[in-house]
C-alpha cells in the first residue's frame, strides 16, 4: 500500500497559477501510475490527469487540456500537477490516486485507483 498527501492548493485569482504536489510513501513509487482527479462543490469527483509510472504517457481531461500538466519525480516520490489559466471553474478539492503499474483498466475512472490522498482545496476567484 502507499500513502499518499497532497500539497500545493490554496487560493488564486482567475487567470492565475497553481502548482500541486503529491508525496508518495510506503511501497516503491513507479510501481504505479498516478491520477489526479477533482471533486467541485456539489459534484462527482473526476478525472483529472494520469500519468505512467515510467512518464511515459500523459492523459488529460478534455476541460484542462492546454492549461495543466501532470509530471512525476521519482527521486523524490512526488507527483505534480502544474495548473495554469485557471478558471473559476477549476474550483474543487483536488486528490492524488495511485493504481497498480501493471493495472489493465483505465486510468479515468475513480475505481480505477486503490489508494488515495486526502485532498487539497483550490478555489479559483473571478
Known amino acids: 500500500q502507499v500513502q499518499l498527501v497532497e500539497s500545493g492548493g490554496g487560493l488564486v485569482q482567475a487567470g492565475g497559477s497553481l502548482r500541486l504536489s503529491c508525496a508518495a510513501s510506503?511501497?516503491?513509487?513507479?510501481?504505479?501510475?498516478m491520477g489526479w482527479f477533482r471533486q467541485p462543490p456539489g459534484k462527482e469527483r473526476e478525472f483529472v490527469a494520469a500519468i505512467t509510472w515510467n512518464g511515459g504517457s500523459t492523459y488529460y481531461a478534455d476541460s484542462v487540456k492546454g492549461r495543466f500538466t501532470i509530471s512525476g519525480d521519482n527521486a523524490e516520490n512526488t507527483v505534480y500537477l502544474q495548473m495554469n489559466s485557471l478558471k473559476p471553474e477549476d474550483t474543487a478539492v483536488y486528490y492524488c490516486a495511485a493504481q497498480d503499474r501493471d493495472y489493465s483498466g483505465s486510468y479515468y475512472y475513480t475505481y480505477d485507483y486503490d489508494s488515495w490522498g486526502q485532498g487539497t482545496q483550490v478555489t479559483v476567484s473571478s
Open positions: 510506503g511501497r516503491t513509487f513507479n510501481s504505479y501510475n
